[in-house]
Nanobody, 124 residues
Framework: QVLLVESGGRLVPTGGSLRVSCAAS????????MGWFRQAPEKEREFVAA????????YYADSVKGRFTISRDNAKNTVYLQMNNLKPEDTAVYYC?????????????????WGQGTQVTVSS
C-alpha cells in the first residue's frame, strides 16, 4: 500500500508558472511508474504526464507538451509537475497516481493508487 498526497495547487494568472508535488509514504516511490492526471469541472479525468521509475522516460498529453515537465526525486519519495505558460483551460484538480505495472501505461485504469488531488485555477 502506498499513500499519495498532492500539494502546491493555487490560483495563478494566465501565463504564470506553478509546481505541484506528490509525496508518497508507505513504500519506496522508486517501485512505481507515476502519472499525473487532471479533472476539470464537468469533464472526464484525463492523462497529463507520466514518468518511469528511473525518471529517464517521460510522456505528455499533447495539450501540455512543451509547457509541463514531470520529474521525480526517489530519495525524497516525491514526484513533481512543473507547469509553465498556464492557460485557463489548465484549470482542474490535479491527481498523482502510481502503478505497479512494469510496462509503460498512460491509462488511468492501470493505476492502483491515487492521491486526493490539488486544485489548480488559472485566471483569465
Amino acid at each position: 500500500q502506498v499513500l499519495l498526497v498532492e500539494s502546491g495547487g493555487r490560483l495563478v494568472p494566465t501565463g504564470g508558472s506553478l509546481r505541484v508535488s506528490c509525496a508518497a509514504s508507505g513504500r519506496p516511490l522508486s517501485r512505481y511508474f507515476m502519472g499525473w492526471f487532471r479533472q476539470a469541472p464537468e469533464k472526464e479525468r484525463e492523462f497529463v504526464a507520466a514518468i518511469n521509475w528511473s525518471g529517464e522516460d517521460t510522456y505528455y498529453a499533447d495539450s501540455v507538451k512543451g509547457r509541463f515537465t514531470i520529474s521525480r526525486d526517489n530519495a525524497k519519495n516525491t514526484v513533481y509537475l512543473q507547469m509553465n505558460n498556464l492557460k485557463p483551460e489548465d484549470t482542474a484538480v490535479y491527481y498523482c497516481a502510481a502503478t505497479l505495472l512494469t510496462r509503460t501505461t498512460l491509462s488511468q485504469r492501470d493505476y492502483n493508487y491515487w492521491g486526493q488531488g490539488t486544485q489548480v485555477t488559472v485566471s483569465s
